[in-house]
């Protein structure tokens, strides 16, 4: 088993920061090669793929409509992923879900996920 607990989200006003944070626990993510990642879901629309890293060996993927603006990262002493997102705009606004999958990142967004985090809201104004 593997549990996800995110934290950081919150209310910001557009071209703000905002750091995200997913500490990640359990015997299944001590002993298996995973891949973590952040999702989001807007109101009224799916949940899509925002950014992935390999944990072992960090190679990183990005949604389009992030690159440039978000980092993913992991702190390997902590068990922690974090999401550093920058020039936040109001189409940024979700529900952001770390993600961890057996998978590597480049197949995030496409191949199933195992675990799923509760999720931590993020608002962006105009």
């Known amino acids: 088993q593997v549990q996800l607990v995110e934290s950081g989200g919150g209310l910001v006003q557009a071209g703000d920061s905002l750091r995200l944070s997913c500490e990640a626990s359990g015997s299944t993510f001590s002993n298996f090669a995973m891949a973590l990642a952040w999702f989001r879901q807007a109101p009224g629309k799916e949940r899509e793929f925002v950014a992935a890293?390999?944990?072992?060996?960090?190679?990183?993927k990005y949604a389009d409509s992030v690159k440039g603006r978000f980092t993913i990262s992991r702190e390997k002493a902590k068990n922690t992923v974090y999401l550093q997102m920058n020039s936040l705009k109001p189409e940024d606004t979700a529900v952001y879900y770390c993600?961890?999958?057996?998978?590597?990142?480049?197949?995030?967004?496409?191949?199933?996920?195992?675990?799923w985090g509760q999720g931590t809201q993020v608002t962006v104004s105009s």
């Open positions: 993600a961890a999958s057996f998978s590597t990142a480049q197949f995030m967004g496409s191949d199933p996920v195992s675990y």
């Open positions: 890293i390999n944990w072992s060996g960090g190679s990183t």
